[in-house]
């Protein structure tokens, strides 16, 4: 290998002898200190291998010997070196090409933007454009950190910027603010549910109902008016005729309807429950995943008559994109029982008042104020105990209608 | 005694290998597939059948099929292809060279 990498290096030339005395040709050029390679003789040809420092030596011996030397093939550095002399302008511009691309890979040649909904690009990049984020800019000059500061505050819709370089790319990646739905105020104010109006106060519209009176769901409390005009009068100008402002063009109901109403819930809990339940013993059943095939190696069935199963696989080998289509996978399989719960009749109401006010909670709403609770216990006979518990509470009663 | 023998005394006294002492070509077979002749004199005959060499104290001839000089300089030549035959001749022969 190092003989032919120094062959190549210094360069060789292969040629072909003709004549009669091809041994005295050998002797001859051997005796000036050529080195011949691969030598084949084919009757009156001879065909060798002989280094470039080696040929005019060879090429004298064969004068002397009366053989004629023509040069079949120039290989190695040298002739290379010589090509790629002759072929000037090809070099330069492969030079050029090199320098080109080592010079445009140092700017920013384009800025992308991902995650935006609401926001347009084209503002995004016109933001970034104003800190500096714009083609043709430097990219050894740009602070990277600080211009994701900057963006984030110039972009105050966004929660989260961030700017990337990725080659000659500017990825400038948002996540955008979700803003609570707006009220649209628009038509009547009905009752969100059933209760007693215990305020009203009305700014906007005819009000249907007055305090005390019982509401049911969907009943129409502040009926929408025809959109109000203000007229204004410029007390500057008094010569100057009143102008007419319409505020909405839809008729719309406005004011506050707040009232007394219950929410109550149920649960049903039997005195004896079977329940399934892990008994911690378990075990892995290793095998390998080839594409949608399963090959198990151990434990191919459960060693459990009853028992819950969890799925892993790993990935064998990877490389960026590639990966090994063979993978490990893991069954983990934990034994289960079935487990009887006997309770009394008062750990029964208990446990089933405890659910049930925890599911009271998530049914009154947060900004409501609760005025009382009471439970009652519907029937506990049977194996079964039923509680119900309900809550009074006083909160807004009035929701426009869709 | 001639120099020659007195060279030789010492060379197997001293238990040297005889390439030192001997003046004679060390000749190296690789298999039945390279031949490597170290310290030739000239090339006599040479086609991709035979190959004749003259040595110290005689030639060297090498018959087989493929014959080629894998590499070749002043003092070692090493011959490749399929070895059939090799004989060492003794004496001082006519070079066709």
Redesign the interface.
Known sequence: MYKRVKHYGRGFVRIEATGDNLEVFLNEALETGVVFFNTRREDKVLYAGVRLKDYAKAHEAARLAEVDVRVLRESGLPFVVLRWGRRRGLLVGIVLILATVLVLSQFVLSVSVEGNVSLTTQKIVSEADKLGIRPWVYRGAMDIKNLEKQLAEALPECTWISVEERGTDILIRVVEKAFPPQVVFQGNLVAERAGIVEELMVIQGLPMVKEGDTVREGQVLIEADVPAKVELVNPAEPNHSSSEITLSTMPVAKGFVRGRTWYSAEVTLPLQEYTIAPTGLHKNGWGIKAGERVIMITHPQSPYEECFMERTLYRVLSWRNWRVPVEIIKLNYQETRVESVSRTVDQAMALAEEQAQSALAGLIPQDAQVLGRDSVVLFADDGYVRIRVQAEVFENLAVYTQ | MPFKQWQQKIGETLDLPEDVFGGGPRITLFGFAVVKIEDFQ???????EHVVVRVGMGQVELWGRNL???????HEIEVKGEIHGLKLQEGETCT??
Do not use: N
């Open positions: 000239q090339i006599i005959s040479f086609s991709d080629v000089l894998a590499e070749l300089s002043l066709k060279g």
